[in-house]
């Protein structure tokens, strides 16, 4: 039996490995070339009207690039690739070639499982952007909630991202 890496996530016995493909894609994975805007964990009393004021203040911050403060990150946008995948949502950075096909997808920013995922969010201002919620500590009942904002180049890729990303997690 092959020994995994301390930070590589054990498979489920019962599930089987993905096959990789060529380029090291696997099978069934969708990948969105976006840029991630950032995120912010959500108070409790935040609630589903007040989202897209929150996508707002998170696109302000990456655009003024503040240091600290009670919103969470505040790093200019990059550009990454969104991996969807069952059961992972993995965001990888984007190479400089420009070849979606090339990025590394061991070196990665963030993975989420997908059922944690609570809510997708598609601004209707501009809808080049769109976020998604999950919980920071899923096992946790009293954990905060995370929202992850991402901009699409093209409005009909960010549409398509967010259907995919339903579909993968059961239609939500």
């Given at each position: 039996?092959e020994?995994k890496?301390?930070?590589e996530?054990l498979?489920?016995p019962?599930?089987?490995e993905?096959?990789?493909?060529?380029?090291?894609?696997?099978?069934?994975?969708?990948?969105?070339?976006l840029?991630y805007?950032g995120w912010?964990?959500?108070?409790?009393?935040t609630?589903?009207p007040?989202?897209?004021?929150?996508?707002a203040e998170?696109?302000?911050r990456?655009q003024?690039?503040d240091?600290?403060?009670?919103?969470?990150?505040?790093?200019?946008?990059?550009?990454?690739?969104?991996l969807l995948?069952?059961?992972?949502?993995r965001?990888?950075p984007?190479?400089?070639?420009?070849s979606?096909?090339?990025?590394?997808?061991?070196?990665?920013?963030?993975?989420?499982?997908?059922q944690?995922i609570?809510?997708?969010?598609?601004?209707?201002h501009?809808?080049?952007y769109?976020?998604?919620?999950?919980?920071?500590?899923p096992?946790?009942?009293?954990?905060?909630?995370?929202?992850?904002?991402?901009r699409?180049?093209?409005?009909n890729?960010?549409?398509?991202?967010?259907?995919?990303?339903?579909?993968?997690l059961?239609g939500?």
């Amino acid at each position: 039996m092959e020994k995994k890496g301390q930070d590589e996530p054990l498979p489920h016995p019962l599930e089987p490995e993905p096959q990789p493909q060529p380029g090291g894609r696997a099978m069934g994975e969708k990948r969105f070339k976006l840029w991630y805007v950032g995120w912010s964990c959500l108070d409790r009393r935040t609630t589903l009207p007040m989202l897209p004021w929150l996508m707002a203040e998170i696109r302000r911050r990456s655009q003024r690039q503040d240091p600290g403060g009670p919103l969470g990150s505040s790093v200019p946008a990059r550009e990454v690739l969104l991996l969807l995948g069952s059961p992972n949502l993995r965001c990888v950075p984007a190479t400089s070639s420009g070849s979606p096909g090339s990025a590394n997808p061991a070196v990665f920013i963030f993975e989420h499982k997908a059922q944690h995922i609570s809510r997708f969010i598609h601004n209707s201002h501009d809808l080049t952007y769109f976020a998604y919620l999950i919980k920071a500590q899923p096992d946790n009942p009293e954990s905060q909630v995370a929202c992850h904002v991402f901009r699409a180049t093209d409005p009909n890729q960010a549409s398509a991202g967010a259907a995919q990303s339903r579909r993968l997690l059961g239609g939500q």
